[in-house]
């Protein structure tokens, strides 16, 4: 009989990542909690693919033993995970067996969100989906179906979806993620830093990291270059309301004010330019706008901060000066998901100007230049063209400078009917009543939708309001679109099945193939399976498709990243210079330097809740797992240890939240530490599901999301903000 992998030996290869957790209860025999239907071949398959349990995408090989999964290990070839996956990606053997699997098609029979459901067949379903989808476009127009999406894996669906005549499509990836970073950039150096960010800490002499927590994120190929630099010992500055895990490695652990660290940012920009220790050679070369700027930040001294940040000037002054006697092998990091407070956009300016004046951009140890590989297309039909503007920002008005369609804008559409109306959502691989702030807003405009189709591998939030629910295979069990991946060097991953598939679940490839025939559009897919679509595309680029299926991995010419590697900037902006002062900005009526401005405080008796991730889940996706969630079931609330005493509040006891509009969390255990801020909360978000298909999550831990009620928008590109938010605690009886 084959053995399932033990918790045991899980932790052991996850303790290879550096920052795994290790946590609680003995582990179940995760083999036997699906009646799979694989055939029990013997002995030992290895098939190359690339994980899918975050957005990293680090190349693994799964490895099958006696027709069962056994585990997932890094592809030493591949560049993300170069042999080591997270704990997650090691995990993703549980995501196969994960009990609460969708299994079948099923279609809503009683009222929305009652969860009264009726299995169907794949044509039934599909056959439902494509006669809703018709009406809507006969009445309204296609572009009113939108879809939320998340991942690779969305790409065919998404192109049978536009070539239908569609045109709505965002993810929560850009506005309640990356988004701010991006823009920010873009303003400052002409381009945003996309996915995985390319920051040199491999070689960096000093690392800035601004409430990023690697090593509780675990962004794989990062957080191992971040374990290296902390064995060579280099300056490291943690900036975080919270004593970290990075923080514990760090030279200097700043714990901020929540909400003002665009201020202690603006003061390291004085400090540098004040003191003559920023890169002059680079800003007279590359800089356009220095003196405005410079009049500018004249005002944010170091002792005029301390007052914003509760951090000592002497502590700004000696911090701005460690990041200056290592420049340009300096970074200081563009963080990921820094929606924060709704001026966001404005602080990953400040940010990106913060890295300009220490001339690291494009240089070894510093922020380099990312280096692509080129993949021939396939012979596809254009799209229809559509009269109609994208709905979440029409011409861009609302939001001048995204340059990705905005969630929230789309959910106000379906709210509003304005511009048009919004009839259809198609939301793939993203549970967007966690994902979007203010639940009772996305419930709202899903009252008013005519057709919710959710596709997904487990029952999420948004599945218990869908009309018709298809369950997708895993991305061990399925080809996806290839990866074309950006960094030191371009390479081609290929995702490919590992296991069949143990119900009656099926690739989103698969899934556009037979919606696009049922919506009478078949010549959209134009291929009889997907291999026959990968190798064409392959094989046109010149390279071998039968060595990408066997080693999943191909590497893309050398090219200079860095100016050591002979490297020739260049700046896209407006003005081809890196913008000190942004003219742009200023014709949209926005500051062309990042302007300090206070955000509202928290009540009496309130404290700001802020939150982070784990290095076990990601986001609400991984909880049922069986593996992910036997190491960390349910998430806790950190509270200063003397706030906790004060308030009588034991570590270990059950409470609940209630935050500034009265909505009370699920119960939630106290974690009383001194690693926090007496004025400020914080948890790991994912938790707290309450659809009751997730059997194994169901009401564990507190959902941060449903706590989420107050946001703030960005102007600049319409992120909302997630730390907006205050609460007290409600003793458990
Ligand atoms: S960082 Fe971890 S979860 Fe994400 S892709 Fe890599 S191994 Fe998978």
Redesign the pocket.
């Known amino acids: 009989m084959t053995r399932p992998l033990t918790r045991r030996q899980f932790l052991k290869i996850s303790a290879a ?1 550096f920052g795994a957790a290790a946590a609680a209860s003995e582990l179940r025999p995760i083999a036997q909690a699906v009646a799979a239907d694989a055939p029990a071949a013997k002995g030992v398959t290895a098939t190359p693919t ?9 190349g ?1 090989i799964a490895y099958v033993r006696d027709g069962r999964l056994w585990k997932f290990e ?1 592809n030493p070839l591949d560049p ?2 170069r042999g ?9 053997v549980g995501s196969y067996y994960d009990p609460d699997r969708l299994r079948k098609p099923l279609i809503r029979k009683g009222e929305r969100g009652k969860e009264q459901w009726q299995t169907a067949s794949w044509d039934e379903a599909l056959g439902f989906i494509a006669e809703r989808m018709n009406k809507i476009k006969e009445q309204y127009g296609p572009e009113s179906v939108a879809m939320f999406n998340h991942g690779i894996g969305v790409r065919f669906i998404q192109h049978v979806l536009k070539s239908w005549g569609a045109i709505n499509f965002a993810g929560p990836s850009f506005a309640q993620c990356r988004g701010p970073r991006d823009v920010g950039f873009a303003l400052t150096f002409g381009t945003g830093l996309g996915s995985p960010e390319p920051t040199d800490i491999a070689n960096t002499d000093c690392l800035v990291l601004i409430g990023s927590h690697l090593g509780e994120n ?4 990062q ?1 191992q270059e971040f374990a290296q630099a902390v064995e060579r010992r280099i300056p490291i500055i943690v900036v975080d309301p919270r004593f970290s895990v990075a923080a514990s490695k760090a030279k200097y652990w700043l714990p901020i004010r929540p909400g003002t660290d665009l201020a202690l940012i603006l003061a390291w920009c004085n400090v540098l330019v004040n003191e003559g220790r920023y890169d002059k050679a680079f800003v007279d070369k590359y800089g356009k706008g220095f003196d405005k700027f410079v009049q500018e930040i004249r005002q944010y001294t170091p002792q005029w901060a301390e007052a914003e940040t509760d951090i000592k000037a002497e502590t700004i002054r000696a911090t701005a000066l460690e990041m200056a006697n290592a420049r340009p092998a300096v970074i200081v990091h563009p963080g990921r998901r820094v929606n924060w407070y709704g001026d966001d956009s404005q602080r990953s300016r400040a940010v990106a100007l913060l890295n300009a004046l220490l001339g690291n951009w494009g240089r070894k140890g510093g922020l380099f230049s990312q280096a692509g590989i080129k993949v021939a297309g396939y012979p596809l039909s254009p799209y229809p063209q559509s009269g109609k503007p994208p709905a979440d920002n029409p011409n861009r008005e609302r939001y001048p400078f995204a340059d990705e369609a905005v969630t929230t804008g789309i959910r106000d559409a379906t709210l509003t009917g304005k511009p048009y109306p919004i009839k259809g959502w198609f939301v793939y691989s993203s549970n967007i009543v966690q994902a979007l702030p203010n639940q009772a807003e996305t419930l709202k405009a899903i009252d008013a939708l005519d057709l919710l189709v959710v596709i997904d591998t487990v029952p999420s939030e948004i599945a218990g309001y869908a009309d018709v629910v298809l369950p997708e295979v895993t991305f061990l069990e399925r080809y996806d679109e290839l990866l074309a991946g950006w960094g030191r060097r371009g390479w081609i991953a290929l995702r490919q099945p590992v296991m069949p598939a143990p119900h009656d679940q099926k690739p989103g490839w698969w899934i556009a193939k037979q919606l696009a025939a049922k919506l009478g559009i078949p010549e959209s897919m134009p291929f009889d399976d997907i291999e026959q679509y990968l190798r064409a595309r392959i094989e046109k680029s010149g390279y071998d498709w039968d060595k990408l299926k066997r080693e999943g991995i191909i590497m893309g010419p050398k090219q200079p990243t860095t100016v050591e590697e002979g490297l020739e900037l260049s700046f896209e902006t407006p003005s081809g210079k890196v913008e000190f002062y942004s003219e742009q900005l200023k014709a949209r009526g926005f500051d062309p330097v990042p302007k300090y401005k206070r955000h509202s405080t928290a009540p009496d008796g309130y404290f700001r809740l802020i939150t982070g991730r784990a290095p076990v889940h ?1 986001f609400s996706r991984t909880q049922s797992n069986p593996l992910l969630g036997d190491a960390m079931r349910e998430n806790e609330i950190w509270v200063n240890g003397a706030t906790a005493k004060k308030l009588g509040l034991a570590n270990g006891q059950y409470v609940r939240l209630k935050n500034q509009d009265g909505v009370v969390s699920n119960r939630v255990r106290v974690k009383a530490t001194q690693r926090i801020r007496p004025d400020t909360v914080y948890m790991v978000y994912g938790f707290g599901h309450t659809n009751p298909m997730r059997k194994s999550a169901y009401l564990k831990g507190a959902s941060a999301a449903q706590l989420t009620t107050r946001y703030e928008t960005d102007p600049l590109m319409g992120g909302t903000s997630i730390h907006s938010n205050f609460v007290t605690f409600v003793k458990e009886a």
């Open positions: 990542t690339f994980c899918e349990m975050c957005f990293w995408r680090c693994g890094g993300q995970s080591r996956l997270c704990p997650r990606g090691t995990g993703a675990m962004h794989n190929s957080v990601t």
